[in-house]
């Protein structure tokens, strides 16, 4: 600010000092002779007139343009309209002088001069200085100042737009390595889930595996009781062969007939054996099923050896078509899933027998019902029913109602899993008219695993 004061003083104190150096020439000019101040006076006046004229025409334009106008107003002096009216004042009195001089070397034609430059020397510094460069330079350096300013702001907004350019590289790139943890993180787990699949898939197999080794010894005894009877009726006949050869007694129709008893002796045990393979090899392939069938068979290898050796009794019940009583499975997982069944059945029976008087009877029910959607198998007994502790998680595994001795606590567990992945049924149970019942529901237009 101070500097802009200087700069304004000095040009004040040049045109002040350009004024009095203009008078001293006329002066001095008036001793030499009257043309040569006429002739500087005229020439003054002639080159400032010229220089009006020459900026009026070139600044119509300006003068045409009303933004200008009304942007620019506040920029212009109001000493122009002094400095024009001091102009008007000095050139009334320069006609004045000029109108009453008598001499052309006496005081009113040299003031009427004098006045007459300084009439013109106020029009040019209100018209060039006041009017027209001071307010430009300050409209110019106004203008400067806002290019400074919105420099500033651009550069300040810049330096913004750059740290926040920069932030977002950080947050990019800390979203990267986010992403890159994460990337590592979910294969790490995918690795986990896979060995935790694995290991399960393998504890799975074991257990099955443990089912299996548990019911071999029992499946053995379930042999051994099948050919009991048979071969005590291949033990007599041989007797009998070799007392009637020792008697003299043999003829040809008696050898033939204890032949015929010997290999229909065999030929059951033959079928035994048949049975029991088929009940241990699993299947290599989806088949079509029949539940009675598998019913039979199981009552056929286990039936008679439970009535007899466990005074219990097994009664079948078929409701509906016996053609509905199909589906497509693997038929030695079901059949695994009806004897473990049956075996709890059984076991409930005999524990519930050793605390009962001697009228107790234990009996299994095993219902079938098939309609055109599914099939429903239900095995139901009288041995008491399973805890109410107990119930809710029977199906978990190592959990058991019998004694450590007697159970392993796997069966259930692995029938469950059989009938929901494998076959894609529904087992569930529940206590019901003192005993417990265990429902297989089975979808027969299901896709089997």
């Not at 043309?35 to 600044?59: K, M, P, S």
């Not at 033939?256 to 008893?261: A, G, R, V």
């Not at 699993?282 to 069938?293: D, G, L």
């Amino acid at each position: 600010m101070e500097n802009i004061i200087k700069s304004y003083n000095l040009k004040v104190l040049k045109s002040n000092f350009l004024l009095g150096f203009l008078i001293l020439v006329l002066v001095l000019s008036c001793l030499y002779g009257y043309l040569a101040y006429h002739t500087i006076v005229e020439l003054f006046c002639i080159v400032i007139a010229f220089c009006l004229f020459t900026l009026t025409c070139n600044t119509r334009q300006y003068m045409e343009n009303k933004y200008l106008l009304f942007k620019s107003k506040r920029f212009f002096h109001k000493d122009v309209l002094d400095l024009i009216a001091i102009s008007i004042f000095f050139t009334v009195l320069s006609g004045l002088c000029f109108t009453f001089y008598e001499d052309l070397y006496g005081y009113l034609n040299v003031s009427g001069h004098i006045l007459k430059v300084m009439s013109y020397y106020f029009i040019y510094k209100a018209i060039f200085l006041m009017g027209l460069n001071k307010p430009f330079n300050l409209l110019f350096r106004n203008i400067g100042a806002e290019k400074e300013k919105l420099e500033e702001m651009v550069l300040e907004r810049t330096n913004e737009l750059t740290a926040i350019n920069q932030k977002l590289q950080n947050e990019i790139n800390l979203k990267k390595l986010v992403e890159k943890d994460l990337l590592s993180l979910n294969q790490h787990l995918e690795k986990r889930v896979e060995e935790e699949v694995n290991n399960r898939y393998q504890h799975e197999q074991m257990l099955i595996q443990q089912s299996k080794m548990a019911s071999m010894g029992e499946i053995i005894s379930m042999i051994a009781h099948q050919w009991k009877q048979p071969l005590n009726a291949i033990s007599l006949t041989v007797e009998d062969v070799k007392d009637t050869y020792v008697y003299n007694e043999m003829s040809k129709e008696s050898l033939y007939k204890s032949i015929e008893i010997i290999h229909s002796q065999i030929k059951f045990m033959s079928k035994t054996i048949d049975n029991f393979r088929d009940f241990l090899m699993p299947a290599k392939k989806q088949q079509i099923i029949s539940v009675k069938k598998i019913i039979d068979d199981l009552m056929f290898m286990f039936g008679e050896s439970y009535r007899k050796a466990h005074n219990l009794e097994i009664i079948v019940k078929i409701k509906g078509s016996e053609s509905y009583l199909s589906f497509v499975g693997c038929s030695t997982e079901f059949k695994q899933v009806l004897l473990n069944l049956i075996n709890n059945a059984r076991d409930a029976i005999i524990s519930k027998n050793k605390l009962s008087d001697n009228g107790y009877k234990g009996t299994i029910l095993i219902f079938l019902k098939g309609t055109e959607d599914e099939i429903i198998v239900t095995v139901q007994d009288n041995g008491g029913g399973i805890p109410a502790y107990v119930i809710d998680k029977i199906y978990e595994p190592y959990v058991s109602t019998k004694s450590s001795e007697n159970g392993t606590g796997l069966g259930l567990y692995l029938a469950k899993k059989i009938v929901e992945e494998k076959i894609g049924g529904v087992l569930s149970v529940r206590n019901n008219d003192g005993g417990a019942q265990f429902t297989i529901t089975i979808k027969r237009n299901c896709d089997l695993k």
